[in-house]
């Protein structure tokens, strides 16, 4: 009894905060708790509410099986769609060869051409409209900011360093891309060196990048909301910033003008890409494919390498290795989930962790020979490949093998490993019968439309298919929806 009331005694001539906080305070037990207690506590006490640690304890889990729930019926609709697919072809009149195209929203798809058109497809309706080319600056001697008008025309005027009007001919818009937040368009400009950006949705003139590359640009990446890379044909890749000055500027002459103007501006860097293991002429950038999470830029350029780059303010090379397979490579794409770079080439897919060793690259068979692989996408674990034939193919990732045709029969005969896969073939298109087709063609009854460029919407139920006939001297165009 004695010791109880010493007891008492004691508690009671302890400081009165001490007391509230409890035995685990006092600095001769101090030892006893562990730092997860001390955590735990730390956390009670910002939390202050039991509510709030209840309703935790209720829906987090809930929260995280319904996003893992969403993500395997994304991946079970990405494998067994490709097998539902209808096409519904679409009439361009008579522009020439697609070569690029993006979704703008989930009934408009943005495209450009080989006659250097820049048209929004509206996929209910059919419609075409046209937007206008962003034309370089006259005078060469200017600097950054100087503002020019937007015209309808689509021809390029020469200006001093630049090629010749004819020299241009047959070049075209190759890459369109949107940035992350989806509210800027980069793509080529009247002038194929140029890099030309445009305000969305409403598709007003932002600004043109007119003094970086001497020849097309080829591939377009974004690396964050306001800066792009554009890799070219000359064999270097330039880095633009659209700053806040050229929004600025780009609105108030929307709000102001009559006809709205935009800004030139001027590369932040230019970078060569390696010229020292190959022939310097044919080291021509091809395809850029941007990966967020370690902020890196992979190239492939037509001499059979690829290479990265690490890309944030500056553009700082990593790598390069030579490819496998280092015929026309002159498509590449990155899959965000399995962390690997896709390149497309004459005949194969080849799939590059740049972590790995070069013998790990792993490259599957298109089967078609000699026409090439176009155009390539990740979308889940499905890869997505376009052809020089006019061909679909869909390559699962996680089983590393091509899908098969649903509507083969299950362990029926074939006679090549190849003959029970999914391949869905483009339309018809339209031909024209000029005086190339009657000399050299008139013979051959049908040509097939290469997929230069294919785009899913954002549900990945839509899948956007464009292109034109493979032979550089055929003029024709095929569009179409498959849904």
């Known amino acids: 009894m004695a010791r109880k009331t010493v007891s008492r005694k004691r508690k009671a001539g302890e400081p009165k905060d001490q007391q509230q906080l409890g035995w685990c305070q006092a600095p001769h037990k101090r030892s006893r708790v562990s730092c997860s ?204 910033e659209v700053t806040e000055d050229v929004m600025t500027q780009a609105e108030r002459s929307q709000s102001e003008e009559a006809v709205p103007s935009y800004a030139h501006i001027s590369h932040r860097a230019l970078k060569d890409i390696p010229k020292e293991y ?23 350029s037509l001499d059979g390498y690829f290479h990265l780059w690490k890309a944030e303010h500056n553009l700082c090379k990593l790598l390069s290795t030579k490819l496998p397979h280092c015929k026309e490579n ?14 497309g080439s004459q005949a194969h897919v080849s799939f590059l962790d740049p972590r790995q060793p070069t013998h790990s690259i792993k490259s599957v068979n298109s089967r078609e020979r000699g026409s090439g692989i176009r155009s390539v996408s990740f979308y889940e674990h499905i890869v997505t490949v376009g052809t020089g034939q006019g061909s679909l193919l869909f390559y699962d990732i996680r089983a590393q093998r091509f899908l098969e045709n649903p509507l083969n029969p299950a362990g029926g005969y074939r006679k090549c490993p190849g003959d029970g896969i999914l391949k869905l073939t483009t339309g018809k298109g339209w031909l024209n019968h000029d005086e190339t087709w009657r000399s050299y063609f008139s013979d051959i009854h049908s040509f097939p439309n290469a997929v230069y460029t294919h785009c899913y919407d954002d549900s990945g139920t839509k899948l956007f298919v464009a292109g034109g006939p493979l032979c550089s001297g055929l003029h024709g165009n095929y569009a179409g929806l498959w849904s």
């Open 278 to 300: 190959t022939n310097p002429y044919n080291c021509k950038v091809r395809a850029l494919a941007f990966n967020n999470n370690h902020k890196e830029l992979g190239a492939v």
């Open 37 to 240: 207690s001390r955590h735990a506590q730390q956390w009670w006490c910002s939390r202050r509410s039991v509510v709030c640690a209840l309703r935790g304890r209720e829906f987090r889990p809930q929260q995280q099986h319904e996003l893992r729930l969403q993500r395997s019926l994304r991946g079970f609709a990405a494998g067994r769609l490709p097998g539902i697919l209808k096409e519904r072809e679409f009439s361009l009149g008579r522009l020439n060869k697609v070569f690029a195209s993006q979704w703008l929203n989930h009934r408009q798809v943005v495209c450009g051409t080989k006659c250097n058109t820049l048209f929004v497809a509206d996929v209910l309706t059919g419609q075409i409209t046209r937007i206008p080319m962003l034309k370089d600056r006259e005078c060469r001697g200017g600097g950054s900011g100087v503002v020019g008008t937007v015209v309808a025309g689509r021809h390029y005027h020469p200006t001093g360093g630049s090629r010749s009007r004819l020299d241009q001919q047959g070049c075209g818009i190759h890459a369109i891309e949107l940035n992350p937040s989806r509210t800027l368009l980069a793509t080529g400009g009247d002038n194929p060196n140029s890099l030309a950006i445009y305000q969305l949705p409403t598709l007003d003139p932002v600004c043109v990048g007119d003094d970086g590359h001497n020849d097309w640009i080829f591939s377009i990446a974004w690396i964050s909301d306001n800066m792009a890379v554009s890799g070219s044909r000359d064999g270097s890749m330039g880095l633009w």
């Open 330 to 343: 002159v498509c590449l794409a990155y899959g965000q989930d399995w962390s690997v770079y896709a390149v």
